[in-house]
């Protein structure tokens, strides 16, 4: 995959809330016998290191040292913190949104002082969306030069990845760098109301924060169900976001 702006996740460390559950039950059965993370501590279990080699290395390999605000103590909390409660509330605080929450992947990541929840936009995702993966729409996507230029290489060879994108703005882009709008066919595999945290994955797709499916309504999400819906105003007052893998550019402008 061609590098991207900012960090590449890996696609290994998402898992559906099933296989999370079975490492999880795993991980409650060492506790019983005294071999746990509690305290911020790591016993020294090889099973348990194995465990948490498999499904948090990122976390505690990755973006620990990446991080000045968060230390080996976080993470080791978090894993307890996940296993004991976060992970068998996570059906019932989000599955309202999705019509089978067990057949997408989740994973959680670091962010403004917190780990946090993400759901992979795949194309589980995007079929249980949209009931279909071919969603072609015409989009826009801030950058750079450089970034002009990696969306054409992709284009070239054929190694396209997902980006962020959108239809209406009614604030400008925070990142004073990126001063070009590239306007482009997609493919989209997910649409928002208003701008959704995501990362890269290395497969391809990108990720998006679950606490951003909230939306200033008291009858609606986040998530756009059907593209045109997020063709309104925005309550945010920001921009709608796309996500979508890029076909075609059509126009390259200067802000």
Request: proline content about 2%; hydrophobic content about 35%.
């Amino acid at each position: 995959m061609e590098k991207v702006l900012g960090y590449i996740r890996p696609a290994a460390a998402f898992h559906t809330l099933q296989e999370w559950q079975t490492v999880a039950k795993r991980m409650l059965a060492l506790q019983k016998q005294g071999i746990d993370t509690r305290g911020g501590f790591l016993n020294n279990h090889p099973e348990l290191h194995s465990l948490i080699d498999k499904y948090f290395s990122y976390q505690f390999y990755t973006e620990e040292p990446r991080y000045d605000l968060l230390t080996k103590k976080n993470v080791l909390d978090f894993v307890e913190d996940f296993i004991n409660h976060r992970l068998w509330s996570l059906d019932e605080e989000y599955g309202r949104y999705f019509k089978n929450i067990w057949d997408l992947k989740f994973t959680y990541f670091y962010s403004r002082g917190d780990i946090e929840p993400y759901v992979m936009l795949d194309e589980e995702y995007t079929t249980q969306i949209y009931g279909s993966t071919n969603n072609v729409m015409q989009l826009k996507h801030y950058t750079d030069m450089e970034g002009v230029a990696r969306l054409e290489s992709a284009l070239e060879t054929g190694n396209v990845f997902d980006i962020s994108a959108f239809t209406m703005a009614e604030r400008a882009f925070f990142r004073k760098e990126s001063n070009l709008v590239v306007e482009f066919i997609g493919n989209v595999r997910a649409g928002f109301k208003s701008d959704i945290k995501s990362y890269a994955i290395d497969n391809g797709r990108k990720a998006c924060n679950l606490y951003r499916l909230g939306y200033p309504s008291d009858t609606e999400n986040n998530i756009c169900y059907e593209l045109e819906s997020c063709q309104s105003a925005v309550e945010t007052a920001l921009w709608n976001e796309y996500i979508a893998t890029p076909m075609q550019i059509l126009k390259v402008s200067r802000i």
